[in-house]
């Protein structure tokens, strides 16, 4: 098949947890997925191989959203490998936790860049690239209806996402593009874990009146529905995947 004329999907931080479960996912559904890291190569490069294995298409590009001009040879390097982008999981996010009176400035100014001006630069990008039809993506938190103590900082730059979400379907008009966001809650990665004892995740797995946490599949489900002809009627909205935990 020729690859520019499949569904071709960049996922942004897909070198593992959440976001390397919805890249094998949309592998699956027949998407062509671009799998971006930041510095570990290694990891985007299993990422990719396992998508090969399961006779999917991938490449693993590295692109700083905090840096323009790599966010534009992202987009670049994608169409030339794999075709025009269609989709775009736009997931750029870090986490230092402090209380407010505690943040650090570093880490604070990090996250801003990272979480917030790194998913402006790719919807930037994006909006002024992607076609008629074609969808974005953006992986926000439900920490921004929790409002968890010592999450002031991250939680504010996920706000930001939700409503850069609202602002860019509405300034896609007439292009048959959609824009949501997913905002999954506690979630069974790696990174979750780390740090937290046995006592903590158990408290934090009964928040949901469903009892347990989210696993990556559970995010990847709803991103592969909205990314499919099933979401072709949702745009501007920001979805919880959280079994009712907010």
Not at 82 to 94: C, F, Q
Request: proline share 4%.
């Amino acid at each position: 098949m020729n690859p520019a004329s499949r569904q071709v999907a960049i996922v942004m931080g897909a070198s593992r947890g959440i976001r390397a479960t919805i890249a094998g996912r949309l592998a699956r559904d027949g998407f062509a997925v671009a799998v971006t890291y930041a510095s570990d190569s290694g990891a985007a490069g299993k990422v990719v191989s396992a998508i090969h294995a399961a006779n999917g298409r991938a490449v693993a590009i590295k692109a700083d959203v905090r840096n323009v001009a790599e966010v534009a040879a992202l987009f670049d390097e994608t169409e030339a490998t794999l075709g025009k982008a269609t989709l775009l999981v736009n997931n750029a996010g870090i986490m230092t936790l402090a209380p407010i009176a505690e943040m650090d400035d570093a880490a604070f100014d990090t996250m801003l860049a990272v979480n917030l001006k790194g998913v402006f630069n790719m919807l930037r990008e994006a909006a002024r690239r992607l076609e008629a039809g074609a969808k974005v993506i953006n992986i926000s938190s439900s920490i921004t209806r929790l409002a968890s103590p010592t999450y002031g900082p991250y939680a504010a730059t996920k706000s930001g996402v939700e409503i850069l979400t609202a602002i860019l379907a509405r300034e896609l008009r007439g292009r048959g593009a959609t824009v949501n966001a997913v905002a999954p809650g506690p979630t069974a990665t790696d990174l979750f874990f780390e740090g937290k004892s046995p006592d903590l995740i158990a408290r934090i797995a009964k928040l949901a009146p469903l009892e347990r946490l989210g696993e990556p599949d559970d995010i990847a489900k709803v991103v592969s529905m909205i990314a499919g002809r099933d979401g072709d009627w949702i745009s501007g909205q920001t979805i919880l995947v959280n079994g009712g935990a907010a």
